[in-house]
């Protein structure tokens, strides 16, 4: 791969990156993620300082945020049809964006 070095999985779904020391490729798959992440889930927090919020403290949980229930259910839709699958489940026990980033494919 460019810049030497093997590739090993960054997360379950076998994000790569060339080594542990790599930090731009890593930052660049998060703000990525982010850049997915923001718009989806601007239509289920509309209040511009709770988003703010969520992005900028990513282990908020949402819901304090003005997330709901319904607008869970929609979010992994829309995740889903990015190629992100998260189970309701797995949301509800972790409604933070760091999570959600973290499952983005």
Same mark, same amino acid.
């Given at each position: 791969?460019?810049?030497?070095?093997?590739l090993?999985?960054l997360?379950?779904?076998l994000?790569?990156?060339?080594?542990?020391?790599?930090k731009?490729y /890593?930052?660049s798959?998060?703000m990525? =993620?982010? *850049?997915t992440?923001r718009?989806?889930? &601007?239509?289920y927090?509309r209040? $511009?300082?709770?988003?703010?919020?969520?992005?900028?403290?990513p282990t908020?949980d949402?819901f304090? /945020?003005?997330?709901?229930?319904?607008g =869970?259910? *929609?979010?992994l839709?829309d995740l889903? &049809?990015?190629g992100?699958?998260? $189970?309701?489940t797995e949301l509800v026990?972790n409604?933070t964006?760091?999570?959600?980033?973290?499952?983005i494919a």
């Amino acid at each position: 791969p460019p810049g030497g070095g093997r590739l090993v999985p960054l997360t379950p779904h076998l994000k790569p990156y060339r080594n542990a020391s790599d930090k731009h490729y /890593l930052r660049s798959y998060a703000m990525s =993620a982010e *850049a997915t992440l923001r718009p989806l889930l &601007a239509k289920y927090i509309r209040e $511009e300082d709770s988003l703010n919020t969520a992005f900028a403290e990513p282990t908020t949980d949402l819901f304090s /945020l003005g997330f709901d229930s319904m607008g =869970a259910f *929609a979010l992994l839709d829309d995740l889903a &049809a990015e190629g992100s699958a998260v $189970e309701f489940t797995e949301l509800v026990e972790n409604p933070t964006v760091e999570f959600l980033t973290s499952r983005i494919a």
